[in-house]
């Protein structure tokens, strides 16, 4: 599963460096927490997801249409690993951290980095 855990994707380093410009500090992949989340700023108990499309089953995005050859095997593989991301969110939640997924294909408006900003944002 070589391209679900693959580390410091495309869609990882906008968020990496939008948030080094806003000045937030982050932690990567920090393997104590579940789900190893991609994005970990510490001071606010934020964990962030960097989600492609495909992989992650974003609902109603073309970027997540199954391929029509080996429907059923994808349909299942994909089904797997939503389900595997629901139950690191919960994971996550007991222990007291919020869970900010961000998919691929929102990086291309700047509205889900702005509503990231928000979370990590003293007020
Ligand atoms: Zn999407």
Known sequence: MAAISS???TPELIVRRFLRAKG????L??????GR???VVADHRLAVFVNGCFWH???NCKRAA???TNAVFWKNKIRSNVARDRRTASSLRREGWK???LWQCSLRRPTSLV???AQVSDK
């Open 7 to 9: 580390k410091n994707t």
């Open 24 to 27: 937030v500090r982050y932690r």
């Open 29 to 34: 992949h920090v393997p104590t927490l579940p």
């Open 37 to 39: 989340p991609d994005i």
């Open 57 to 59: 089953g974003h609902s």
């Open 66 to 68: 199954l391929p029509s």
């Open 99 to 101: 869970v900010f997924n």
């Open 115 to 117: 509503r990231l900003l």
